[in-house]
Nanobody, 124 residues
Framework: QVPLVESGGGWVQPGGSLRLTCAASRGTLNREVIAWFRQAPRKEREPISCISASTFVPNTVKGRFTISRDNLRGTVHLQMNNLMPDDTAVYIC???????????WGEGTAFNSWGQGTQVTVSS
């Protein structure tokens, strides 16, 4: 599997925005199932969003986070608005092993390639 690379993380004040990017180290992510997860210290990995032909966003971040594709660049993005301190985590993208976001995609078992993650820190 071609490795995934995340970028765009950093420090932001509460209420701020960040745009994360998931890219393949070679080639494109067009038509791939891609999901974002986050891992905060002392917390379980949390599903954030998944994109195939449709998009899936849990209620925990719905209305603030948006997943999208840039088919020209072959990348997937996570736009995060109105960030809060509880959003502080390492954000990781993953490539699915099927054609769609599985019903249980949030469990993380339907993905066969994971990036290293990008740190997002929200604090004043």
């Amino acid at each position: 599997q071609v490795p995934l690379v995340e970028s765009g993380g950093g420090w932001v004040q509460p209420g701020g925005s960040l745009r994360l990017t998931c890219a393949a180290s070679r080639g494109t992510l067009n038509r791939e199932v891609i999901a974002w997860f986050r891992q905060a210290p002392r917390k379980e990995r949390e599903p954030i969003s998944c994109i195939s032909a449709s998009t899936f966003v849990p209620n925990t971040v719905k209305g603030r986070f948006t997943i999208s594709r840039d088919n020209l660049r072959g990348t997937v993005h996570l736009q995060m608005n109105n960030l809060m301190p509880d959003d502080t985590a390492v954000y990781i993208c993953a490539r699915g092993n099927g054609p769609v976001c599985a019903a249980n995609w949030g469990e993380g078992t339907a993905f066969n390639s994971w990036g290293q993650g990008t740190q997002v820190t929200v604090s004043s």
